[in-house]
């Protein structure tokens, strides 16, 4: 069916940009009322846009980049990549297949959730101290399950791998370094006895001897570059427009930009923290912000110990980050916690303090606040808050 627009706007730059973008996704623009109230009429449809701050439609079109073998199961195919040509250096199109397998659907998404992990943490610390450590994530299911970050490359990836070794398996890897044969190695047999498996590595560069140590049977490593990964700072954090298909329609947003400052005037501070803290404080935020909503993120010492993700109640995002950490035999005493919302009771901040927890990054909103604050001091847990509405870190919800 043939589809129509008709743009009651005063015509500028913008307006006619908006135009290309109707045009583009199949719309024939109409010029009048009268016309329109014709074309309505006769029951075709006309899509009325009378300001860009209050659109009827939102629309864009893409290019096919790269076809998938299936989508996220086998049954789902076809499957693509689609790109919008932006001047983005971190868009998907961006980045570059060096060696191994195509990318599957499952892999352009574990990509982009990356991202997302990758450029909340370099901004975060940009913001807070002017500089980028080297940052190394694992990602399972598009959630973190290993990060570390440095100084120095060798110790990121050791932090990395060392997080939640189990859920890594299979996973994909994002870096901020090129990948060489010493950190491959590290990649490849730091603290297992066996070869670990990965299904992707996504890096600024790689060495010819870093991709020969981690090559697969089957190609099945992917070795994927973008080198403006190298160059992670504040202005990476991504501000398109989210766009989000459901039933009959779809929902629209602003994208996840927050980064933590500790100077904002805004955050509340309720007991002194280290500045060891302050820093695995900022470093769970950034985490907990781009995983799964309910969530809970231990960080001790620049390494991920939990990611206690997808929870339905935040006392049990807590409780799995408890558990993970124990699993994976991590000493959570003197760790901090990051909560991507306020606790609604004093139980989360219970477990968290059962497992030694020393500090908290968290928002307030919560009816039972001071209840919440007062247990912490009893404890001796830092608990650092911002309020709920600018601070909140629900994500994918």
Same mark, same amino acid.
Not at 254 to 281: C, H, Q, R, V, W
Not at 346 to 365: C, H, M, R, W, Y
């Given at each position: 069916?043939?589809?129509?627009?008709?743009?009651?706007?005063?015509?500028?730059?913008?307006?006619?940009?908006?135009?290309?973008?109707?045009?583009?996704?199949?719309?024939?623009?109409?010029?009048?009322?009268?016309?329109?109230?014709?074309?309505?009429?006769?029951?075709?449809?006309?899509?009325?846009?009378?300001?860009?701050?209050?659109?009827?439609?939102?629309?864009?079109?893409?290019?096919?980049?790269? =076809? *998938?073998?299936? %989508?996220?199961?086998?049954? !789902? #195919? @076809? $499957?693509?990549?689609?790109?919008?040509?932006? /001047?983005?250096?971190?868009?998907?199109?961006?980045?570059?297949?060096?060696?191994?397998?195509?990318?599957?659907?499952?892999?352009?998404?574990?990509?982009?959730?990356?991202?997302?992990?990758?450029?909340?943490?370099?901004?975060?610390?940009?913001?807070?101290?002017?500089?980028?450590?080297?940052?190394?994530?694992?990602?399972?299911?598009?959630? =973190? *399950?290993?990060? %570390?970050?440095?100084?120095? !490359? #060798? @110790? $990121?990836?050791?932090?990395?791998?060392?997080? /939640?070794?189990?859920?890594?398996?299979?996973?994909?890897?994002?870096?901020?370094?090129?990948?060489?044969?010493?950190?491959?190695?590290?990649?490849?047999?730091?603290?297992?006895?066996?070869?670990?498996?990965?299904?992707?590595?996504?890096?600024?560069?790689?060495?010819?001897?870093?991709?020969?140590?981690?090559?697969?049977?089957?190609?099945?490593?992917?070795?994927?570059?973008?080198?403006?990964?190298?160059?992670?700072?504040?202005?990476?954090?991504?501000?398109?427009?989210?766009?989000?298909?459901?039933?009959?329609?779809?929902?629209?947003?602003?994208?996840?930009?927050?980064?933590?400052?500790?100077?904002?005037?805004?955050?509340?501070?309720?007991?002194?923290?280290?500045?060891?803290?302050?820093?695995?404080?900022?470093?769970?935020?950034?985490?907990?912000?781009?995983?799964?909503?309910?969530?809970?993120?231990?960080?001790?010492?620049?390494?991920?110990?939990?990611?206690?993700?997808?929870?339905?109640?935040?006392?049990?995002?807590?409780?799995?980050?408890?558990?993970?950490?124990?699993?994976?035999?991590?000493?959570?005493?003197?760790?901090?916690?990051?909560?991507?919302?306020?606790?609604?009771?004093?139980?989360?901040?219970?477990?968290?303090?059962?497992?030694?927890?020393?500090?908290?990054?968290?928002?307030?909103?919560?009816?039972?606040?001071?209840?919440?604050?007062?247990?912490?001091?009893?404890?001796?847990?830092?608990?650092?808050?911002?309020?709920?509405?600018?601070?909140?870190?629900?994500?994918?919800?």
């Amino acid at each position: 069916m043939r589809k129509f627009a008709f743009v009651n706007i005063a015509e500028d730059d913008k307006v006619t940009e908006l135009i290309q973008k109707l045009s583009d996704a199949g719309f024939e623009i109409i010029s009048s009322e009268e016309t329109a109230k014709v074309l309505t009429d006769i029951g075709l449809p006309v899509v009325r846009i009378n300001s860009l701050t209050d659109e009827e439609y939102y629309g864009f079109s893409g290019i096919k980049f790269a =076809a *998938c073998k299936y %989508g996220e199961n086998a049954y !789902q #195919s @076809s $499957a693509a990549l689609y790109t919008r040509d932006l /001047d983005d250096p971190l868009g998907l199109d961006k980045f570059k297949l060096i060696s191994g397998t195509a990318p599957s659907y499952n892999n352009y998404g574990d990509l982009d959730r990356l991202l997302q992990t990758i450029t909340h943490i370099a901004a975060t610390f940009d913001i807070n101290h002017g500089i980028v450590p080297k940052i190394a994530i694992g990602v399972k299911h598009g959630n =973190a *399950c290993g990060v %570390g970050v440095s100084h120095d !490359q #060798s @110790s $990121a990836i050791k932090k990395m791998v060392t997080g /939640d070794p189990t859920a890594l398996f299979g996973g994909l890897v994002m870096v901020n370094f090129p990948i060489k044969a010493e950190t491959a190695e590290l990649l490849l047999t730091h603290a297992t006895e066996n070869r670990r498996l990965l299904d992707g590595i996504i890096a600024p560069d790689f060495t010819p001897e870093a991709i020969d140590l981690l090559k697969r049977k089957g190609d099945k490593c992917r070795f994927i570059a973008n080198q403006k990964l190298a160059e992670l700072n504040r202005w990476r954090v991504d501000e398109e427009i989210i766009v989000r298909y459901v039933r009959g329609g779809f929902l629209l947003q602003p994208n996840y930009t927050f980064i933590l400052d500790l100077a904002s005037p805004d955050l509340k501070k309720y007991g002194e923290a280290t500045i060891t803290e302050e820093d695995d404080m900022l470093l769970a935020k950034a985490i907990s912000d781009t995983s799964n909503s309910n969530t809970i993120t231990i960080v001790k010492d620049g390494q991920l110990l939990a990611n206690g993700v997808g929870q339905q109640s935040r006392v049990r995002g807590a409780k799995l980050a408890f558990e993970l950490g124990d699993d994976n035999n991590h000493d959570l005493r003197g760790a901090a916690a990051s909560s991507d919302s306020f606790f609604p009771y004093i139980d989360g901040p219970e477990v968290l303090a059962l497992a030694g927890i020393k500090a908290i990054i968290s928002t307030s909103g919560s009816i039972r606040d001071k209840e919440v604050i007062d247990f912490c001091q009893q404890r001796g847990m830092a608990l650092y808050l911002i309020p709920d509405a600018k601070g909140r870190g629900f994500f994918n919800h």
